[in-house]
């Protein structure tokens, strides 16, 4: 498998259909080419005619993508994940583990790295790698004590004067009964209080699915941005249409995600992010290291920007820019 398509596997999304038998065409010609068949003819030109023709349409497909086609982008199996991440760009990482209450939780990764020069805590949601690691994981849906993990190692970054990134990645917290009997509600209402006053620079970023409360959970912050291709809502999608139409199908899927207004482009015109991160072309599932060299620099620039603040006017900017949300003017 060539280095173009291996990013994706048996993975195909519908739109990009298209584009998938291009990259098989450019394969072929490229195994052709490296195995010698036919020896007395130069597929050379072919495979760059085919690139060039690969290349223009991957722009045009991804210039209009819908919203609905975002969220399939954001929920692709081989976007990089938190893990990815943390392995890419954040040195000498420690990972500590659980909540001192009740266990650890898998769906929540925390631990003390450096992100350029900066040491930090580094707080993400982990929706797993393969089928075990996701069933271990509840596929990214944190229960209580993952938030409780999260606020816990918080406390230590705020009591050694360490700033704090969060990376989300979740559909939402786990809905199970075991989860709200154990105090969900109360422990991501506690995570938004906590956060909205912790006396150390936040900064969270949306890097595939923002869902929810379970996403709040760790996106209190004084900037929040979003990859983009990652999509940020109240509520799934299918959750949506399944409120309002009775039935989640493509057709109400869709429209759904067109009036949720969640992709990068909206939030940031509604004034529910600070930033959007650009993604290689194509999706971060295309090209991780590129994606993941992207969000350091974001993450760096952040970082130094939010630490020449006084941690007082910081809390202060902090509650501002968040009573600032939904704001409505008169014309």
Known sequence: MTALNAYAGNYELEFERPLTALERQI????HQHDTGGSSD??????IRGLRQSHT??????????TPWNTVQVGRHPGRPQTIDYINAFVKDFTELHGDRHQGDDKAIITGFGRIGPHKCLVVGHHTGKDTKE???????CAHPEGYRK???TMKIAEKYKLPVVTLIDTPGAYPGIAAEERGQAEAIAVNLREMSRLKTPIVSVVIGEGGSGGALGIGVA????MLQYAWFSVISPEGCAAILWKTANPETNASAAENLKLTANDNLKLG?????IDEPLGGAHRNPAAAADYLEKYLIQTLRELKRFKVENLVNKRYERLRKIGELGEG
């Open 41 to 46: 003819v130069d597929f050379r030109s072919d």
């Open 27 to 30: 394969a072929d010609l490229e």
């Open 222 to 225: 004084d900037r929040l941005a």
């Open 56 to 65: 223009a349409m991957l722009k045009k497909v991804y210039a209009n993508l």
């Open 150 to 152: 999260a606020m816990r």
């Open 134 to 140: 996701k069933i271990a994981a509840n596929f990214g």
């Open 272 to 276: 529910t992010i600070d930033a959007m």
